[in-house]
């Protein structure tokens, strides 16, 4: 089992840049990373997957503007989010999935990033 804690939530005007962190409680490298969102009223989303080979993908919505890294060492996975727009507000969520046992995936508690002027 993996805990994680996302952090570097905050508010932003458009434009602008965050970068998230989440923090896992144990070694990652044998985990498949992601970062998902939620706004208010909808269904959480799929933005960015990391793969224990470090390999990456992105939502359309996203791809371009964000970017998805992971520090084994730190046990630590990043988005860094440029050109923020205010739709890109939600909660976002770090998502992990072990490779050795891919009926298992732990969530973090989210953190909030709102754009606005």
């Known amino acids: 089992q993996v805990q994680l804690v996302e952090s570097g939530g905050g508010l932003v005007q458009p434009g602008g840049s965050l970068r998230l962190s989440c923090a896992a409680s144990?070694?990652?490298?044998?985990?498949?990373m992601a970062w998902y969102r939620q706004a208010p009223g909808k269904q959480r989303d799929l933005l960015a997957v990391?793969?224990?080979?470090?390999?990456?993908n992105y939502a359309d919505s996203v791809k371009g503007r964000f970017t998805i890294s992971r520090d084994n060492v730190k046990n630590t996975v990043y988005l860094q989010m440029n050109s923020l727009k205010p739709e890109d507000t939600a909660v976002y969520y770090c998502w992990a999935q072990p490779d050795y046992a891919t009926s298992l995936n732990y969530w973090g508690q989210g953190t909030q990033v709102t754009v606005s002027s």
């Open positions: 144990r070694t990652i490298n044998r985990y498949t």
């Open positions: 990391v793969t224990t080979g470090g390999n990456t």
